[in-house]
Nanobody, 120 residues
Framework: QVHLVESGGGLVEAGGSLRLSCAAS????????MGWYRQAPGKQRDLVAR???????NYADSVKGRFTISRDNAKNTVYLQMNKLKPEDTAVYYC??????????????WGQGTQVTVSS
């Protein structure tokens, strides 16, 4: 019953901005770490940014200073603000969260992915 729904991807010119959102829904008891990953065609899936339940963040070196991850615990939602976008940021972006469903053990969940395309 628990799943993640993400949105906010699209096409943008180099130097532009986008904000991704990911909301968890279902019978949720608690959520620990949340994060964003991305995967370009022919490449592996890599960590972009991560945020703990207490608000501690970390970023990939390639996006540090340009991207900001945040969360709204009351809404079970994580965001990724992306500024000064580059063509090399083009990828499918996936939301990830460690979630404990009601009366169950904590497991890892993934969103469906949202396409971000940056034109040069």
């Amino acid at each position: 019953q628990v799943h993640l729904v993400e949105s906010g991807g699209g096409l943008v010119e180099a130097g532009g901005s986008l904000r991704l959102s990911c909301a968890a829904s279902g019978s949720i008891f608690s959520i620990d770490d949340m994060g964003w990953y991305r995967q370009a065609p022919g490449k592996q899936r890599d960590l972009v940014a991560r945020i703990t339940g207490g608000g501690t963040t970390n970023y990939a070196d390639s996006v540090k200073g340009r991207f900001t991850i945040s969360r709204d615990n009351a809404k079970n939602t994580v965001y990724l603000q992306m500024n000064k976008l580059k063509p090399e940021d083009t990828a499918v972006y996936y939301c990830n969260a460690a979630i404990q469903p009601l009366l169950k053990r904590t497991t890892d969940y993934w969103g469906q992915g949202t396409q971000v395309t940056v034109s040069s």
